[in-house]
Antibody, heavy 120, light 113 residues
Framework: QVQLVQSGAEVKKPGASVKVSCKAS????????MHWVRQAPGQGLEWMGI????????SYAQKLQGRVILTRDPSTSTVYMDLSSLTSEDTAVYFC?????????????WGQGTLVTVSS | DIVMNQSPDSLAVSLGERATINCKSS????????????LVWYQQKPGQPPKLLIF???TRESGVPDRFSGGGSGTDFTLTIASLQAEDVAVYYC?????????FGQGTKVEIK
């Protein structure tokens, strides 16, 4: 069965960077695009970006351009989300999510979420 | 960006009664080339990731109970829970995927009255 397992919670100081991993299993890693979505405490959902596990090609939300980098390691079926210059507004649960249909940005499987807390 | 607005923000419904959630997009999400609305609904329970319920505005994802149904077209959509069960207590989100960035509604919290 499809599983996306994310790394554990992080606490970071303002200005620092964080890297969250998402390990995929139960399907062919290279075939399905992976997205990242975040959710601030008690808030809604915000799309961050997409990565092609096959090519490594990426696209990011304009709001996060220059601060977010998505990468992948096909040898371990893992994608990574790197967010820099953190502020308190980046405190959120970060989810990886598999694209349900190629080219359509909606998601059929999600990771369990990783809480990133930014605090001095 | 397309703005998605859900109403109400919360609703309380008796067990076995109908719950209806509305979602309005700031522009049409109907793809005229295939006549599909690029709109999904998710259910999110506390401490869990969202779960896909409905895609293309009205098609239930595999395994989703048939008490959940989606409707609407263009800019106005609904999610209906025909007979609310205790396990349906959750926050429900609509999301459009017609335009990048995909965008979500603010969520509707469904509780038991």
């Amino acid at each position: 069965q499809v599983q996306l397992v994310q790394s554990g919670a992080e606490v970071k100081k303002p200005g620092a960077s964080v890297k969250v991993s998402c390990k995929a299993s139960g399907y062919t890693f290279s075939t399905d695009h992976m997205h990242w979505v975040r959710q601030a405490p008690g808030q809604g959902l915000e799309w961050m970006g997409i990565i092609s596990p096959k090519s490594g090609g990426t696209s990011y939300a304009q709001k996060l351009q220059g601060r977010v980098i998505l990468t992948r390691d096909p040898s371990t079926s893992t994608v990574y989300m790197d967010l820099s210059s953190l502020t308190s507004e980046d405190t959120a649960v970060y989810f990886c999510a598999r694209e349900a249909v190629r080219g359509l940005y909606y998601f059929d499987f999600w990771g369990q979420g990783t809480l990133v807390t930014v605090s001095s | 960006d397309i703005v998605m607005n859900q109403s109400p923000d919360s609703l309380a419904v008796s067990l076995g009664e109908r719950a209806t959630i509305n979602c309005k997009s700031s522009q049409s999400v109907l793809n005229s080339s295939n006549n599909k609305n690029y709109l999904v609904w998710y259910q999110q329970k506390p401490g869990q990731p969202p779960k896909l319920l409905i895609f293309s505005a009205s098609t239930r994802e595999s395994g989703v109970p048939d008490r959940f149904s989606g409707g609407g077209s263009g800019t106005d959509f609904t999610l209906t829970i025909a007979s609310l069960q205790a396990e349906d207590v959750a926050v429900y989100y609509c999301q459009q995927y017609y335009v990048t960035p995909c965008t979500f509604g603010q969520g509707t919290k469904v509780e038991i009255k």
